[in-house]
């Protein structure tokens, strides 16, 4: 079965500096992989996503992830945080089904907090 | 890509009565999925809803509380039948596309119940 883990439950940085949201992931066979953002009241918006091409996916606003599959990681990075990028980050597995594109399952949420 | 719109939006219900949220999307897809996100927690899969036939609902998930429609390959419904305060949570429809691998979800239809 598929799962995901998200490692720390909230992140707070300083804008300007880097941005690191850890996303460990379960799956017996390869898994696609997404991440997602849901600022405050509003609905979730695809930042980027893996699905065995490129193990470096680069997505919006400037964010990136790197699958490892030696590590089961997925961790979401990002240069320079600006304050628009607090909100919820949500780490999320493709389960396979009978098409290409299965149900998610979700992590449980990384806050990411940025300070002025 | 694909547009989705869900209604209502957001709706304050009545404990004891039922809310059908209904989701609408540009183009037809595949799959087409319910979630809900209850306050401050992650997205949990109600169900998935299949063109024609029953859905198929997760772990937790019963047909008579949450009934599902899906008439054609654009169009679903989720009812919320017979509400109580736990069920004030958000309710996203979420769509998938063959081509691209991706899911796509609508703005959520926010209920609350009183």
């Known amino acids: 079965a598929q799962s995901v883990t998200q490692l720390d439950s909230h992140v707070s940085v300083s804008e300007g500096t880097p941005v690191l949201l850890r996303c460990n992931y379960s799956s017996s066979y390869s898994p696609s992989l997404f991440w997602y953002v849901q600022h405050p009241n509003k609905g979730l918006q695809l930042l980027l996503k893996y699905t065995s091409a490129a193990t470096l996916v680069k997505g919006i606003n400037g964010f990136e992830a790197e699958f490892k599959k030696s590590e089961t990681s997925f961790h979401l990075t990002k240069p320079s945080a600006h304050m628009s990028d607090a909100a919820e980050y949500f780490c999320v597995v493709s389960v396979k089904g009978s098409s290409n594109t299965g149900k998610l399952i979700f992590g449980q949420g990384t806050t990411l907090q940025v300070k002025p | ?114």
């Open chain 2, 1 to 114: 890509s694909a547009v989705i719109s869900q209604k209502p939006s957001r709706d304050i219900c009545q404990r004891g009565t039922s809310l059908t949220i209904q989701c609408q999307v540009d183009s037809q897809v595949t799959m087409m999925f319910w979630y809900r996100q209850q306050p401050g927690q992650s997205l949990t899969l109600i169900a998935t809803a299949n063109q024609g036939s029953e859905a198929t609902y997760e772990s937790g998930f019963v047909i008579d509380k949450f009934p599902i429609s899906r008439p054609n390959l654009t169009f679903s419904t989720l009812t919320v039948s017979n509400m109580s305060p736990e069920d004030s949570s958000i309710y996203l429809c979420s769509v998938g596309l063959l081509s691209g691998n991706t899911i796509y979800f609508g703005e959520g239809s926010w209920l609350t119940v009183v």
